[in-house]
């Protein structure tokens, strides 16, 4: 039961959890909770700016902005033929909450007066980079990300949305998709993921639509 709800929270948390009777449990995890929101600190295992569990995946939060339509904002990586939504990784001593508002600010140009915080998805979800992709001549060596997704209203006009506000820019062109085009068109192995957090935040934004039945699976189209 506390994995389910908690699932967001450091794996260090869980093993001290286990040691513990269930009213110290309780006030552990409930003094940690308030700590996270709080600012105080998220996880260890840091590198520089850099934070990765002891199993290997980086925390990190991902955005959904939608407009007052039910549409998606989807952007492309630059120089590549590659699609996403806005993701970024928490740094040390920074909660998901802070980490969302200043990776807003770094890849679309937003601040937080231009959007409004609908919901949060209730515990970590978790992808796996392939093989090609993980660096094992790092340490520690990140295996994947861990995400916290929120999603956002934008309150503002559209042309607001600026790609050109980090040095380093992450998207070179944007766009307005339906609702369930980001889980049939991200890469093959964030599929699960973005099908998990859009199933999770469509009651928030279609109240009165029931959710359709729709199942992961590899391949063209994500899911069924």
């Known amino acids: 039961m506390i994995c389910g709800r908690y699932a967001w929270l450091p794996d260090e948390v869980f093993r001290i959890v286990a ?26 295992g840091q590198t520089s700016s850099q934070v990765i569990d002891s199993d290997g995946y980086r925390p ?3 955005i959904i ?13 630059i120089r590549q033929d590659a699609w996403q939504f806005p993701q970024g990784g928490i740094r040390a001593r920074e909660t998901p909450r802070q980490a969302m508002y200043r990776e807003l600010g770094e890849e679309i140009g937003l601040q ?12 970590w979800l978790r992808y796996r980079l392939p093989e090609r ?3 094992r001549h790092q340490k520690p060596i990140c295996v994947g990300q ?34 369930w085009k980001p889980a ?11 099908l998990q957090a859009l199933k999770e935040f469509h009651p928030l934004l279609f109240p009165d639509q029931q959710l359709p039945e729709l199942k992961y699976r590899r391949g063209p189209h994500g899911f069924r």
């Open 65 to 77: 902005l939608t407009n007052s339509d039910g549409q998606l904002l989807w952007a492309r990586r």
């Open 133 to 135: 992709f993980i660096r």
């Open 19 to 44: 040691l513990l009777g269930k009213v110290n449990q309780c006030l552990l995890i409930c003094a940690f909770c308030c700590s996270v929101y709080n600012g105080t600190i998220l996880t260890t």
């Open 112 to 123: 937080p007066k231009h959007v409004n915080v609908l919901g949060a998805t209730r515990g």
């Open 184 to 194: 049939r068109d991200v890469v093959s192995f964030k599929r699960k993921v973005y």
């Open 146 to 179: 861990k995400q916290v997704w929120f999603l956002l209203r934008l309150l503002s006009h559209d042309s607001k949305v600026r790609l050109d506000r980090s040095d380093k820019p992450e998207f070179d062109h944007w766009r307005w998709v339906e609702y």
């Open 60 to 62: 990190n939060v991902g």
